[in-house]
């Protein structure tokens, strides 16, 4: 028996079985490529679930993090520490956002999103019978309330009661949303572009038609950025392709590159009239080390241009998957901005995405038909090229 499989095996005995694992134990990565514990090389098109924006083995990122670990790590939200207050001022500059909350992950960043909503409609009239407008096939976390906000119901039913309060409307469908609100209507979650349901895009009519009922309503507009967000889409967020602000926005993977961190942010208004101290907290939240690690992230994506990158050789990636599609025909239809992209087939992909593992190219699902791209945001064309002549073979 191989070392990989003794690996799998014992991984088989003791972790909880809540993933289907692709048979692979990754050792190390360099650029877009990552290595097996066999030494056999692979093309990164997944990133870590758009994590790994600026590659593997960045020497840059990897000091930044080593010089922080040998100063202090942790220290607790009860006191100041630098890397956090220059990460806020960074975050704030690239998001146009006032003020920002440092948590873990993407998931604790909706908790605190709604927590935010329900606190600002609290204060306005006193009531706790506010609801909440999110969408169908959306995807916002696994945690209580980011999973009552996630327009799926086979990843909710097993769990009931959810939080309350939420109804679901049709993405990209604004009167869907309109029929919805109401006086006890305090909020509306969307993601920017949707991920896990299927590699969607709000369309611009979309996103200022929510604004301006948002606006009206004095209900606040929450965009979900932690996958779509961090220039997948050539812009630092989604929403910044339109010029629609939100008055709340989530924000992690890509923002700290591998180190686990997430926010949330908020305008001044809604930071002014919601949470206060008491109301929200976290243990590992703005620590030390994540800091630095989105202080890093933000330096390089400014002095790369990374965005830049990304709608530039977006553009030739959705060129190659448009020629793909053309090709067969058991492929429904492409879709997708920047390195956020995906292909709707018409039959389940884990076999199109097992050849390709076998072959060396690593690729995604969303949902069982969708093939989903997600490289590392410095990919290049001949990557690119690389990827789809693999991808054609497991076609």
């Known amino acids: 028996m191989s070392l990989m499989k003794d690996y799998i095996n014992e991984a088989e005995n003791d972790l909880l079985h809540t993933y289907n694992r692709y048979p692979v134990v990754f050792d190390h990565g360099e650029g877009v490529r990552l290595f097996d514990i066999e030494g056999k090389s692979y093309l990164d098109f997944v990133s870590g679930i758009a994590v790994f924006a600026l590659g593997y083995g960045n020497k840059a990122y990897n000091d930044a993090l080593k010089s922080q670990i040998d100063k202090i790590i942790h220290t607790s939200n009860y006191y100041y520490n630098v890397p956090a207050i220059e990460a806020a001022k960074a975050v704030k500059k690239v998001s146009g956002m006032d003020r920002v909350f440092f948590t873990n992950s993407g998931a604790e960043a909706v908790e605190g999103a709604i927590k935010t909503a329900r606190k600002y409609a609290y204060l306005k009239d006193g009531r706790t019978d506010h609801e909440i407008i999110a969408m169908e096939h959306s995807f916002h976390g696994r945690t209580f309330g980011a999973l009552s906000v996630t327009g799926n119901p086979k990843y909710r039913e097993a769990f009931e009661p959810m939080i309350g309060n939420i109804r679901f409307a049709r993405y990209n469908d604004l009167e869907s949303v309109k029929a919805l609100v109401n006086d006890k209507t305090c909020a509306v979650i969307l993601e920017t572009v949707q991920g896990e349901g299927g590699i969607h895009p709000a369309t611009e009519e979309f996103l200022k038609g929510i604004r301006a009922l948002c606006d009206e309503h004095d209900m606040l507009m929450i965009l979900d950025e932690i996958q779509c967000g961090m220039g997948r889409t050539g812009e630092y967020f989604a929403w910044q392709r339109f010029g629609v602000k939100p008055d709340v926005m989530t924000s992690a993977k890509a923002l700290g590159c591998g180190v686990p961190v997430g926010a949330f942010m908020m305008t001044e208004k809604v930071g002014q009239h919601s949470l206060v101290a008491g109301d929200h907290g976290t243990t590992y939240g703005g620590n030390p080390l994540g800091g630095a690690a989105i202080c890093e992230v933000i330096r ?35 879709r997708g ?4 992209q995906g292909l709707e087939f018409d039959h389940p992909v884990a076999d199109i995405i097992n050849r390709a593992l076998e072959k060396g190219v690593v690729l995604i699902n969303a949902g069982t038909n969708i093939l989903r791209i997600l490289p590392p945001l410095v990919v290049e064309k001949s990557d690119i090229d690389e990827m789809i002549d693999i991808l054609e073979q497991v076609i």
Request: net charge negative; charged share 35%.
């Open 337 to 340: 901005v920047g390195f956020m």
């Open 300 to 334: 390089q994506f400014e002095e790369k241009d990374i965005p830049g990158h990304v709608k530039t050789t977006g553009e030739y990636l959705y060129k190659r998957l448009d020629e793909v599609a053309a090709k067969h025909s058991d492929i429904i239809e492409h």
